[in-house]
Antibody, heavy 119, light 112 residues
């Protein structure tokens, strides 16, 4: 059974950093691209970043470029999101999701982790 | 960026009736391989999103046949037949044709 379990969320002050983790199991992690998708309170879904299967390419939405870094450790089957220079508008539930290899659709999602940026 | 625009539903929808949600993209979602990279998701209250369909009309594993996607190019529709209480939630379309990946703003379905 595919499982994605996020951790590392919490309350952080504006300008500070936070690192999210997503532990994957039930599939060969190193075969799949992975993504972070977020959802601000009572708002819609917003793609944040994607990393391809071997980590050699990464993609970001403009609003997080230069502040967020997506990475992975295939030996540990873990996905990360390093978030620096956090802003209040980064407040959201962050979901880890697996891209399907053919369709690129996110066919598996974690339960999400809440990040609150506030002083 | 590709903008995804979703239509609204005349809520609430009576149980057993059909509901159709529209989604329009600002650019064709047909990729060079000939496939159209349009996905539909359902997010039930308090839950993570669930993939319903990909490549416009292919149902994801385990998804009921009551969900059917259609469309081409820039105009797409998700039809839900014989709606049930468990279908309530917010539906999102998403394009994965190019980066940045973008979602529609969501369409809420309420069941009567």
């Amino acid at each position: 059974e595919v499982q994605l379990v996020e951790s590392g969320g919490g309350l952080v002050q504006p300008g500070r950093s936070l690192k999210l983790s997503c532990a994957a199991s039930g599939f060969t992690f190193s075969d799949y691209a992975m993504a972070w998708v977020r959802q601000a309170p009572k708002k819609g879904l917003e793609w944040v970043a994607t990393i391809i299967y071997d980590g050699s390419s990464t993609y970001y939405r403009d609003s997080v470029k230069g502040r967020f870094t997506i990475s992975r450790d295939n030996a540990k089957s873990t996905l990360y999101l390093q978030m620096d220079s956090l802003r209040s508008e980064d407040t959201a539930t962050y979901y880890c999701a697996r891209h399907d290899r053919d369709s690129y659709a996110q066919n598996y999602w974690g339960q999400g982790v809440m990040v609150t940026v506030s002083s | 960026d590709i903008v995804m625009t979703q239509g609204a539903l005349p809520n609430p929808v009576p149980s057993g009736e059909s509901a159709s949600i529209t989604c329009r993209s600002s650019k064709s979602l047909v990729y060079k391989d000939g496939k159209t990279y349009l996905n539909w998701f359902l997010q039930r209250p308090g839950q993570s999103p669930q993939l319903l369909t990909y490549w416009t009309s292919t149902r994801a594993s385990g998804v009921s046949e009551r969900f059917s996607g259609s469309g081409s190019g820039t105009y797409f529709t998700l039809k839900i037949s014989r709606v049930r209480a468990e279908d309530a939630g917010v539906y999102y379309c998403q394009q994965v044709r190019e980066y940045p990946l973008t979602f529609g703003s969501g369409t809420k379905l309420e069941i009567k």
